[in-house]
């Protein structure tokens, strides 16, 4: 007897078992969706051989509250996933962090000191020059059609003037300034 009951006991406690489960499954809240993925259909992902550039990359997605994903790939690279609806978003944050593409104009300029840039602009606007700014805040391009030598003919504006008493300097003796 003993024995009738233990199998009894054991099909019971299979039966509770199977009671739970079931029941759990049917109650599941299924309306709660995770959070989507990054590399689902139409994701894209990046990774420069930079490290600098990568940083920069995941920097300007977290500032703009851009959700995504990092894989460490088997060779070693780091690939940034982002889920395709934030395409949009994506390509103004590419736009501000590496630049809008150069235009049509024939000839570009990039100075490295921003002071000159903006010295540039306005040489241009006071020559009424139309002019397009292209690039990054960081390094602006800028673009123009029209004559090629503007670049050159900036930089000469720049170089002070000589002095109006300049043949006489000339003419004096060797430990006097020449001009």
Known sequence: MPRAILVGASCFLVAAVIGVVAYSLLTMDTSATPPPSARG?????????????????????????????????????????????????????EDSLWGTPIGPE???????????????????????IPHKVYGTKKHPVIGWSG???LTLEFMK?????????????????????RC
């Open 41 to 93: 259909a139409g994701a894209s992902a990046r990774s420069f051989s930079d490290p600098g550039k990568q940083a920069d990359w995941k920097e300007a997605l977290t500032e703009a509250k851009i959700p995504y994903e990092l894989e460490r790939r088997e060779d070693g690279r780091e690939f940034v996933w982002v889920a395709p609806q934030y395409a949009e978003a994506v390509e103004k944050v």
């Open 106 to 128: 024939r000839h570009n300029v990039r100075f490295e000191d921003p002071a000159i840039t903006e010295e540039f602009r306005a040489w241009l606007v006071a020559r009424g």
């Open 157 to 177: 504006s720049r170089i002070p003037a000589a002095p109006a008493d300049c043949g006489k300097v000339a003419a004096a003796p060797a430990p006097v300034k």
């Open 147 to 149: 004559p090629d030598d």
